[in-house]
């Protein structure tokens, strides 16, 4: 079968493509921006790409068309697929049918640590042994791919709640039917398609209503948004995590998995226990709480798969972590340089709470575009400041098309907070102000214009002065 992929640069329809070319379809694809490494990565694969979206790609004649959800009406392509009658389906159902009909789905859903859990359960169960298929937003730096079938039955995937196609306005994860569901967190995002929580919370309710009885949710304990979606309905066993859990018969759900480690600890080295009793020791390379939490969400899905918790605590010893999650990039000048996805005021906080309780009172120097929809609507800006408070100085990259005054809400920061409208700008202005011992948290869902290299560079060329 000839598949063709409009938008198959994103990481998901790129992990489509994927999964679709090892089944043995020919797939091509277009999409408006076509750039390495995703593009390298699809044509090492052998999958023939098409700038822009234009209707002669339409001459391939394929099969069937997927289409992404960076698609909309009035697009010459869509136009032109919709009067021609062509076959044409979403990503999120082509991978249902194509893919997870026969599997059993371990699906990690929630506004925070998705891609994270995702990469640490598809860790484990390969440790194990298992073999399990997987479909991840990022790179998990145990495999080097986003995705691959693997072998039945598990299949792992990270379940967003983002709308499947311009044709299917239903969240993503619906259509996966899991067996084994992992409910992080739940906070309200994506404000360019939900108007405001309730209408996420309806998404991750009907979630919740495809899980079967005989399958299993791992739901944060401490998360009373999520507390609200299960008591809509459900008909499935829920096992809670939480870092620090209630007892059993105290006021709320029991909690069963809980990480024990000091109150300054960078959880780089905490105790798993279950129902009180302590499973083992986990000691990695990871840090920050909110790992800890990701980490006995995963361990709890994998025993769930059969795993004994040991052998998961085992894996995760093993666990090197994900691209672009609080990565290392380099070091210049005595300045170390770090990568993070972090892009919501929650994810903001922790991701700083995590390295400060690593670096103690060095200086840590907070650099962020606020890239998302969400951000650039200017919802968060009343939390935004908050979130930042734990950098020693911050530095935020306001390009004149954001829609809010950034200045008016970094105020709060007083000097520490710096906003920069240009790219150059604030690319020489941090190679400035940075100073051996510093460590520089450069925070975007977006590539950034590639300032995590080009300061390294300048501040290797500086290094004389």
């Not at 979206?53 to 392509?77: A, F, H, T």
């Not at 309780?357 to 935004?384: C, F």
């Amino acid at each position: 079968m000839h598949i063709h992929i409009l938008g198959i640069c994103g990481t998901f329809m790129g992990g489509i493509a994927a999964l679709a070319r090892a089944a043995g379809h020919k797939v091509t694809g277009s999409d408006r921006d076509v750039y390495p490494p995703m593009s390298t990565q699809l044509a090492a694969l052998g999958i023939e790409l098409f700038e822009g979206y234009g209707i002669e790609q339409l001459e391939l004649k394929p099969d069937v068309v997927v289409v992404g959800n960076v698609m909309s009406r009035g697009m010459p392509v869509i136009e032109a697929l919709l009067e021609r009658g062509l076959p044409y389906t979403s990503g999120p159902e082509w991978l249902a049918t194509a893919v997870l009909r026969e599997r059993w789905v371990l699906a990690v859903a929630g506004t925070h640590g998705k891609t994270t859990t995702t990469s640490m359960l598809a860790w484990i169960l390969e440790d194990a042994g298992l073999a399990p298929g997987f479909l991840i937003g990022g790179i998990p730096r145990n495999f080097d791919h986003s995705a691959r079938l693997g072998a039945a039955p598990f299949f792992v995937i990270e379940a967003d709640e983002y709308d499947t196609a311009f044709f299917d306005k239903r969240a993503k994860f619906v259509h996966y039917r899991p067996r084994t569901l992992i409910l992080n967190n739940l906070e309200y995002d994506h404000a360019d398609i939900y108007p405001d929580l309730a209408a996420i919370e309806r998404q991750f309710q009907h979630l919740v209503r495809t899980v079967p009885g005989g399958g299993r949710i791992v739901c944060n304990g401490n998360d009373a948004n999520l507390e609200r979606v299960l008591a809509a309905g459900c008909w499935t066993p829920v096992e809670r995590f939480a870092r620090a859990g209630r007892a059993a018969g105290a006021s709320g759900p029991d909690i069963e998995w809980t990480a024990a480690a000091p109150a300054d600890a960078d959880y780089s080295k905490f105790e798993v226990l279950l129902r009180g009793r302590r499973q083992g020791l986990v000691s990695w390379d990871s840090i920050g709480a909110h790992n800890a939490d990701n980490a006995l969400a995963a361990l709890a899905a994998a025993r769930h798969a059969g795993v004994p918790i040991e052998r998961g605590i085992e894996s995760l010893g093993r666990f090197l972590g994900v691209a672009r999650r609080m990565q290392l990039r380099g070091s210049a000048r005595g300045v170390q340089v770090y990568d993070d996805f972090a892009h919501h005021p929650t994810a903001i906080r922790t991701t700083i709470d995590g390295l400060r309780r690593r670096v103690g009172r060095d200086r840590i120097v907070a650099v962020l575009e606020p890239r998302s929809q969400t951000m650039r609507l200017g919802v968060h800006q009343q939390t935004l400041a908050a979130s930042l408070a734990g950098a020693d100085e911050i530095w935020l990259y306001a390009p004149p098309s954001i829609g809010w005054d950034v200045r008016t809400a970094m105020a709060p920061l007083g000097a520490r907070a710096h906003v920069v409208s240009e790219f150059e700008q604030l690319l020489n202005a941090l190679a400035t102000a940075l100073q051996p011992g510093d460590h520089a948290l450069i925070m975007s869902n977006g590539g950034f214009g590639g300032l995590h290299t080009r300061l390294l560079e300048a501040l290797t060329a500086r290094g004389g002065r």
